[in-house]
């Protein structure tokens, strides 16, 4: 944000430079005789055709009559260097010619004023932001509150480019509160300076203030997304899943990053299945990388909204990525859950063999109990027989163990009592 500058606009005179300037004089401003002028348009001629160090020469040698010339003549003359060097990107060279021009005296007020606030503009871009501040200040004295509002745009981006951020603030507000009252909008970088502006006093809450209002102004994409980050920053998360919805829902989330704000808001404001859907479409459309970090997020959520069937897929593709059993582990889990207890062994199996598991006494304990309920007595003995070992299932592997015992004699009474 401090590379904010506006567009250097160069004033005055030179597109038709030699037209005398109208305007009510405080002093009475000599004429620009024939003489002068037709040796000042060859110049510019020379120089509209491409051929700039013609005009320059050109210029010279009127330059060298200096002394037979009067204030205003002294001025375009000064005028005409600044308009040649300008276009030659030799913008230092441009302000020394236009800082002359305004030090004759007398001159016409409109090309003083021309001058002064287009030294203002280029001593913006060359990052001279005293010089800037000096000029403006020059500048309102000739015109007193007349554009005052252009003025205070100007001011207020050389305020901040200087790093005086509170001064700066005061300018671009009166600009903006102007243009509204009057039933419109300011320019929209003037809302984008006010937001930087308030972004760096830490004025968080203004930031999304102004934010509303490029959004009602100007709609775009981006600015939607920045004040729901703004949101989230606030802890305003109701507001912030609203924003990053409505954005989704008008197309304007297209980067990954952005949609996985979005996956986020929703999973952890309690709307799972949106989060996945959101999550498996962006994957799809490779918005987002499928990666483990994504993989592990789309898992969650299918898991969370209890869609079992997504939930086992995405975990599959996540542990494909992963070097440890742990998904495998989690996968297990939701299968036992679910009633799918001949897979939930082979996931327990998986996850045991690729080992690095925080919990390994936890898949003795699902393999166990997949085991019972099918009613595999011994097989589930001995997992639980396994799950002892571990300090992490030991106590619940004993209760389970118990259990299977109990639950196995009381199937072989029920046998022997069907056999007799």
């Known amino acids: 944000m401090r590379n904010l500058l506006i567009a250097i606009v160069l004033l005055v005179v030179a597109q038709s430079s030699l037209q005398l300037v109208h305007a009510q004089e405080t002093k009475r401003v000599p004429a620009l005789r024939e003489q002068v002028y037709s040796q000042l348009a060859r110049a510019q001629e020379l120089a509209d055709n491409g051929d700039v160090t013609a005009g320059l020469a050109a210029l010279k040698n009127v330059e060298s009559k200096l002394s037979s010339m009067n204030s205003y003549e002294r001025a375009m003359l000064w005028n005409f260097y600044g308009y040649m060097y300008y276009g030659k990107d030799q913008l230092a060279e441009a302000i020394d010619y236009f800082a002359k021009v ?25 990052g ?27 001011r207020a981006q050389a305020l901040y480019q200087k790093g005086d951020y509170q001064q700066a603030l005061g300018p671009i507000q009166r600009a903006i509160t102007t243009a509204e009252q009057n039933g419109g909008a300011g320019d929209e970088n003037w809302y984008v300076l006010q ?13 999304a203030l102004v934010l509303e ?4 102004h100007f709609n775009k994409p981006e600015y939607w997304v920045q004040l729901a980050g703004v949101y989230g920053q606030l802890g305003n998360d109701e507001q912030q899943l609203a924003m990053l919805e409505a954005a989704y829902q008008q197309g304007f989330l297209t980067k ?11 999973f952890f404001g309690g709307i799972p299945y949106k989060a996945g859907k959101v999550m498996e479409q962006a994957l799809l459309d490779g918005k987002l990388e499928a990666n483990l970090r994504n993989l592990k997020l789309l898992a969650q959520s299918w898991i969370a909204a209890r869609e079992t069937d997504r939930a086992v897929a995405a975990l599959e593709r996540a542990a494909e990525l992963s070097s440890d059993g742990e998904l495998d582990a989690q996968r297990a889990q939701v299968l036992l859950n679910a009633e799918r207890y001949p897979q939930a062994i082979a996931a327990a199996e998986m996850a045991l063999n690729k080992g690095n598991l925080e919990k390994p006494g936890t898949m003795h304990l699902v393999i166990g109990m997949a085991e019972l309920e099918q009613e595999n007595y011994n097989p589930a003995l001995q997992a639980f027989a396994k799950a002892k070992a571990f300090d992490d299932a030991r106590k619940a592997a004993a209760q389970w163990e118990r259990y299977a015992t109990s639950e196995k004699e009381q199937a072989e009474r029920i046998k022997q009592l069907q056999a007799s």
Not at 213 to 216: L, N, Q, R, V
Request: proline letters at 2%; hydrophobic letters at 40%.
């Open 195 to 207: 937001r930087a502006i308030h972004y760096e006093l830490g004025q968080t809450e203004a930031v």
């Open 128 to 154: 001279n932001y005293a010089e800037t501040l000096n000029y403006l200040e020059r500048w309102q004295q000739v015109v007193g509150d007349e554009n005052a509002q252009k003025a205070d745009v100007l």
């Open 256 to 266: 990954g990053q952005d949609l996985q704000m979005l996956v986020q808001s929703y």
């Open 213 to 216: 209002k490029m959004i009602k």
């Open 102 to 126: 305004v030090d004759e005296d007398p001159i016409p007020d409109a090309l003083k004023q021309n001058t002064l606030f287009s030294l203002a503009q280029l001593s913006l871009g060359q």
